[in-house]
């Protein structure tokens, strides 16, 4: 396989659009890297909220 796979960037930015309401040309824009720790930090801020 060569670059990301489509099914795991498609759920990325999905994840990313639905709780920051971000438009998916500017997290598609971000590198790998910073895409995965907003979708760390967002995971982060549900698993505070849900205590």
Same mark, same amino acid.
Do not use: C, T
């Given at each position: 396989? =060569?670059? /990301? ?6 759920? %990325?930015?999905?994840? =990313?659009? /639905? ?6 040309? %500017? ?25």
């Amino acid at each position: 396989m =060569i670059g /990301y796979p489509p099914d795991q960037l498609r759920k %990325e930015v999905a994840y =990313i659009a /639905y709780f920051f309401h971000w438009q998916p040309d %500017e997290i598609l824009s971000m590198d790998h890297h910073s895409r995965l720790e907003w979708v760390k930090e967002i995971a982060d801020i549900n698993q505070r909220m849900s205590v």
